[in-house]
């Protein structure tokens, strides 16, 4: 069964942390690197970070610092942390894949993330 599952979201004031989670099925997470990608209203969606199955990471710019992403290999989940929140970090937060979606044109529902200034 393809399932990913994000959770965690919430509304947040500036500043704020929340940590999102996201349980893939395997035929999503084994052997791939796992991706956090976000949508804010009237944009496209943007990579967020990504972690490789022995843990090296990348963030994007805007983020470093901030974020934190992990994976827990034994439950087939991924984790972001966010520390700092700020307004523009306002979105609904997606897992994946990296660089793109195992299963074509899958993704899950998401989780919404709100920052209010």
């Known amino acids: 069964q393809v399932q990913l599952v994000e959770s965690g979201g919430g509304l947040v004031q500036a500043g704020g942390s929340l940590r999102l989670s996201c349980a893939a099925s395997?035929?999503?997470?084994?052997?791939?690197?796992m991706g956090w990608y976000r949508q804010a209203p009237g944009k496209q969606r943007e990579l967020v970070a990504y972690?490789?199955?022995?843990?090296?990471?990348w963030y994007r710019e805007s983020v470093k610092g901030r974020f934190t992403i992990s994976r827990d290999n034994a439950k087939n989940t991924v984790y972001l942390q966010m520390n700092s929140l700020k307004p523009e970090d306002t979105a609904v937060y997606y897992c994946?894949?990296?660089?793109?979606?195992?299963?074509?044109?899958?993704w899950g529902q998401g989780t919404q993330v709100t920052v209010s200034s």
């Open positions: 395997g035929s999503i997470f084994s052997g791939n690197a």
């Open positions: 994946n894949s990296y660089p793109y979606p195992a299963v074509r044109n899958y």
């Open positions: 972690v490789f199955g022995g843990g090296s990471t």
